[in-house]
Structures are given as C-alpha cells and as structure tokens.
C-alpha cells in the first residue's frame, strides 16, 4: 500500500515548455487534489477533482490543467511554463467529499524549477 | 490564505519547554486539520477537529477548537527535537465542504 504517489520527485524547465506531473493513489479515494506551496504562503489548492469524472478550480488554477484519468489516477499540466511556476507541487487525496470532513493524505512533493 | 491566519510564522524554543501555535479563521469552520511537515518532505496528518469545544491529544501534542468553531491552537509540551518541523493548519468550510484552505505554516525550530 504506497498512499499517494507522485512522479517526477524533481523537475528543471525552461520558460514555455510543457510537462505533466503525475500523481496516483491506491486507497480508493474518491478525492483528489493538486496543491503549490511557497515560502511564507503555506499551501495553495490550483485545482481539485471531487470525484471520478469531476474537476474543479482552487485559489490559483491559471497556468495549469488537469485531468482526472480515473479513480486513482490524477495529473497537472504546465501547457507554457513561467518562472512564477518555480515551486513544490503536492498531490493529496481524501476518502469523501462533502458529506464530512476527512482529512487528506499527501504524496510527497515534485519539487519544479522553471528558468 | 487571508481566510485562515496562523501564528507565529516561526518560533524557536528550547528544548523541554512548552508552545502553542494558533490557527484563526474570520468564518466557522466546518472541520479543522493539524499537519506537520518536515523539511523537504511531504506533510503527515496529525488531527482533525470538527465539533465546538473539541480537544485531541497525541503523545505530546494537544489541539483544541474553541465553542464558536473559529479558533484552533496546537499545544506541545515538553518538547523535542522531533518536534522540529513546519506545522500547518488547514480548514473546511461549509460553503466548500470538500477543500481544505491551509494557513501559511508555523516553523518550530527546537534548541537543545
């Protein structure tokens, strides 16, 4: 049972190219979450799925797309990476969504450069 | 984020001594999570809390949720160098039950 996974653990881009983060769980969560965080600005949510099938926008979606493959699968797309992109990028996932609160489990980070 | 504000931002304390950090929220909350994160690492859940007046402990940690289900604050006594870390808390809301907004992390530095 590995929980939350995520791949690249590290990445260097250069301005204006693409790439997609991936990120997986095997808990049979029906949530899933992509988050960014940045010194002094704790964790900020780009985009979360609620369930199969289902995505939204958090508190900093542009830039970024995502696409929910199935239950366990959930990716992050840079289209054109920007310098401003430069941070460490969570996935987390959680058992419910809205009936009660349930915490989130977390992968452990893709750490991104963009130059 | 501005509906959640955490404080300190950073803390150093010797060790053995007690702290607290605090976790503030302009609206009522709908479930309230403590995390820690070591440094480089992923974040590790602690506790949630979810009813007015709650309070949960773990080995050394306590974590409360005032009556108005606005207010949290994270207690750790005697503490350790294990403690080091950043720790964060995160809530829900009843407008978004489904998203945790997560406030801008306290750094516990542990002097020995």
């Known amino acids: 049972n590995a929980g939350v996974t995520q791949t690249p653990k590290f990445q260097v881009l250069k301005t204006g190219q693409s790439m997609t983060l991936q990120c997986a769980q095997d808990?049979?969560?029906?949530?899933m979450y992509w988050y960014r965080q940045d010194p002094g600005m704790g964790l900020r949510l780009i985009y979360y799925?609620?369930?199969?099938?289902?995505?939204d926008k958090g508190e900093v979606p542009n830039g970024y797309n995502v696409s929910r493959l199935n239950k366990r699968e959930f990716s992050l797309r840079l289209e054109s990476a920007a310098p401003s992109q430069t941070s460490v990028y969570f996935c987390?996932?959680?058992?419910?969504?809205?009936?009660?609160?349930?915490?989130?489990?977390f992968g452990p980070g893709t750490r991104l450069t963009v130059t | 984020s501005q509906e959640l504000e955490q404080s300190p931002q950073s803390l150093i304390v010797q060790e053995g001594k007690n702290l607290t950090i605090n976790c503030t929220s302009s609206?009522?909350?709908?479930?309230l999570y403590w995390y820690k994160q070591k440094y480089g690492e992923g974040l590790i859940f602690l506790m949630m809390?979810?009813?007015?007046?709650e309070e949960k402990s773990h080995e050394k940690i306590t974590a409360k949720l005032d009556e108005k289900k606005q207010q949290s604050s994270l207690h750790i006594t005697a503490s350790q160098p294990s403690h080091a870390g950043i720790y964060l808390c995160?809530?829900?809301?009843?407008?978004?039950?489904?998203?945790?907004?997560f406030g801008s992390g306290t750094r516990l530095s542990i002097r020995p």
């Open positions: 609206k009522t909350l709908y479930g």
């Open positions: 808990m049979n969560h029906n949530s």
């Open positions: 995160g809530a829900g809301f009843y407008s978004s039950a489904s998203k945790i907004i």
């Open positions: 809390l979810q009813k007015g007046g």
């Open positions: 799925s609620a369930s199969e099938g289902t995505t």
């Open positions: 987390a996932s959680s058992p419910i969504a809205g009936a009660a609160p349930y915490e989130q489990y």
